[in-house]
């Protein structure tokens, strides 16, 4: 990488969405937004937060030229509930989706979506096409799949969801192109599949033509090599020192290195704001069906996904933007994946909604001004409709405690069951026995315990 086609998962797909021309004549200022969200990737997964395997270079890099966030957060440690939070800039309990889940649980359980995204909600890319951006229909793609189980036609997708599948379509626009497992196959005994390079070439193909039609854009790319399961062409397949998820990891961050040097082979890199994120934590339950080795890692934070400990939901976070963006910046601003929702709005121009709560806050302050944090505010860690926890500042505490059941947890040994914090278990915390926390909070520090292993033992610090 030099100095440094669109996918929304929710759960039923992977996709990459493919913008379009809208009505308006753009305001020459508009730069373009490009939203680099992963898929089960852990904080920890980065050279730049710690990774000694030398995977990601190109992410190294973008974080040298640009401002690492190490306190960023997803707003569900689940893939759909956190991107329809980003997308609408709400907590998945005010925009009405996320998951019926054992009731203040941290792991799995049997669940499905609740409702879904409403009529009313308004979706990032709406309100960028109003800006005359080029953007995708994004609000009848998540409605019509999740509601009909048709496909809006301005979209390049492959659905996916937890279960293996056959016979699942993959659209390009109206055409349908093949089928997941089928001619998009994923192998699963060697891991091998080209769907990241499909992902990036639908994206390079995007920016260079509304580049060449000098459009701004968004572009919303959400590969999901790093989901199992986990894959990667065979360019990649065993280069890594972390097994097939390491050579996934690698793939993708070749894949972020060619979109930011297509933006400056286009002349287009200082007019264009880039942001890479994660979904949610590492995945470390699918160790026992991939490999010990085979699943990411979130540092030194604990659990992982679908936990409200921090590796469920603390997220690696780069922001990159030449020219406007001071590079080589560490902020220790707290900010959530929702805050892309209003800061896009505020870099597009475009005054937020007025009718609703919105949970995401414009960080463009601390963009432009490295030495600048917002106000103190709250981090929630939800799980379904129940709040587990809530940081403010250092300080974070845990309401309920629950990972899974002893039943559960036994069975992990005759890898039939799922242990969500391997080789984590922490007395009192890390509990396999429902435990209420509501009236006296479990505290932590985060400053000097980003582990959650040594809770405080009184709330008067």
């Not at 308006?24 to 395997?53: C, E, H, K, Y």
């Not at 056959?166 to 599949?193: A, H, W």
Request: proline share 6%; glycine share 10%.
């Amino acid at each position: 990488m030099r100095r440094g086609a669109s996918v929304p998962v929710l759960g039923v797909l992977t996709a990459i969405i493919c913008c379009f021309s809208s009505e308006r004549t753009p305001n020459a200022s508009s730069p373009n937004i490009i939203i680099m969200l992963m898929d089960d990737m852990g904080w920890g997964d980065l050279g730049v937060f710690g990774q000694p395997s030398k995977e990601t270079p190109n992410l190294d890099a973008m974080a040298a030229q640009g401002i690492l966030f190490p306190d960023f957060y997803t707003a569900n440690p689940l893939c759909s509930p956190s991107r329809a939070a980003l997308l609408t800039g709400r907590l998945p309990i005010r925009n009405g989706f996320y998951t019926t889940n054992g009731h203040a649980r941290n792991a799995y359980t049997p669940q499905e979506i609740v409702g879904g995204i409403s009529k009313e909600e308004i979706l990032l890319p709406q309100m960028l096409k109003k800006k005359g951006y080029a953007t995708d229909h994004s609000t009848f793609l998540w409605r019509t799949v999740l509601m009909n189980g048709l496909v809006h036609q301005t979209a390049t997708l492959v659905p996916y969801n937890n279960t293996v599948r056959p016979n699942i379509p993959v659209y390009n626009n109206s055409e349908m192109l093949g089928r997941y497992f089928e001619e998009f196959k994923i192998d699963k005994k060697t891991g091998e599949s080209n769907l990241t390079q499909m992902y990036l070439e639908a994206g390079l193909d995007f920016i260079s033509r509304q580049a060449e039609a000098k459009r701004p854009f968004f572009l919303y790319w959400a590969a999901d090599a790093t989901h199992s399961p986990v894959y990667a062409s065979k360019r990649f397949l065993g280069k890594s020192q972390r097994g097939r998820y390491g050579d996934a990891v690698m793939e993708l961050d070749y894949s972020v290195g060619q979109i930011l040097t297509k933006l400056q082979d286009l002349g287009i890199e200082n007019n264009t704001f880039v942001f890479f994120t994660s979904d949610n934590g590492a995945a470390l339950m699918s160790g026992p069906n991939e490999g010990r080795n085979n699943c990411g890692s979130n540092g030194p934070f604990l659990c992982g996904k679908e936990t409200t400990f921090e590796g469920g939901m603390r997220e690696p976070a780069i922001a990159w933007w030449p020219g406007r963006i001071k590079g080589g910046t560490v902020s220790l601003q707290l900010a959530n994946v929702m805050d892309l929702f209003t800061t896009s709005l505020a870099l597009a121009g475009i005054s937020p909604p007025g009718d609703r709560v919105l949970d995401g806050l414009d960080l463009t302050p601390v963009l432009f001004n490295h030495s600048h944090t917002l106000q103190t505010r709250p981090i929630f860690f939800y799980r379904g409709n129940e709040l587990m926890a809530v940081r403010i500042g250092q300080y974070k505490a845990h309401f309920w405690t629950w990972s899974n059941s002893w039943e559960e947890f036994n069975q992990f040994s005759s890898l039939l069951g799922v242990n969500f914090c391997p080789g984590q278990e922490v007395a009192g915390v890390t509990t396999h026995e429902q435990k209420e926390h509501t009236q006296q909070p479990i505290i932590f520090h985060l400053g000097r315990d980003p582990g959650e292993k040594y809770p405080l033992r009184s709330l008067f610090i």
